[in-house]
C-alpha cells in the first residue's frame, strides 16, 4: 500500500512539472516555432512559451529557475498581446540568417498599431526555439497607439 502511495505521488509530481517533455516535438522550421509562440501567447499559456523559447542549449523551460522565467515570459506576453499576427515572407538570407540561427519578421496586429517585430530562432536538437524578441519596436502596451507607431 506504501509503496502504491509513494509511485502515485511521483507519478503526480511528474506529470506537473513544467519541464520540458523529454519526447516534446520542436518546431521544424522557423516560423512554425514564430506561429506556435504567438498561438501560446494568444492562449496565455506560460508553459507553451517556455517550450518554444530558449537557446541552442534548449528550451528554457529546461534551463532556467521557475520564477525568473514566469517574470520574464509574464513581460512578452504582455508586449505580445495581439488580436491577430502576420509572419512576413523574407527571401532575402542576408536578413534571414544561415546556419543555425534565423530571423523571422512578424507583423503583430493590436489596437490599431501594426509593428514589424524581429524575432531570432536558433536550432535546437532537429528544429528551432525562439530566443529573442526585439519588443522594442512595439509600442507600450499600457498607452493608445500614436500615428508613429502603427
Known amino acids: 500500500m506504501r509503496r502504491s502511495i509513494v509511485f502515485l505521488a511521483l507519478a503526480i509530481t511528474l506529470g506537473c512539472s513544467s519541464r ?20 501560446a501567447v494568444g492562449a496565455n499559456s506560460l508553459g507553451d512559451m517556455a517550450e518554444l523559447w530558449g537557446t541552442s542549449g534548449g528550451p528554457a523551460a529546461d534551463r532556467m529557475d521557475r520564477e525568473e522565467l514566469r517574470k520574464r515570459l509574464g513581460i512578452i506576453q504582455v508586449y505580445l498581446v495581439h488580436e491577430r499576427y502576420e509572419i512576413v515572407p523574407d527571401t532575402d538570407p542576408l536578413r534571414r540568417g544561415t546556419g543555425n540561427e534565423r530571423q523571422v519578421q512578424v507583423r503583430i496586429f493590436r489596437q490599431g498599431c ?3 517585430v524581429p ?32
Do not use: H, Y
Not at 523529454?22 to 514564430?34: I, N, T
Not at 536538437?125 to 524578441?133: A, H, K, P, Q, T
Open 20 to 39: 520540458s517533455r523529454p519526447g516534446a516535438v520542436v518546431p521544424a522550421d522557423p516560423e512554425s516555432a514564430v506561429a506556435r509562440f504567438l498561438d
Open 119 to 150: 524575432f531570432t530562432l536558433v536550432r535546437w536538437r532537429d528544429g528551432w526555439l525562439v530566443s529573442n524578441i526585439d519588443l522594442t519596436v512595439m509600442p507600450n502596451p499600457a498607452r493608445a497607439c500614436s500615428p508613429s507607431e502603427g
Open 114 to 116: 501594426t509593428p514589424l
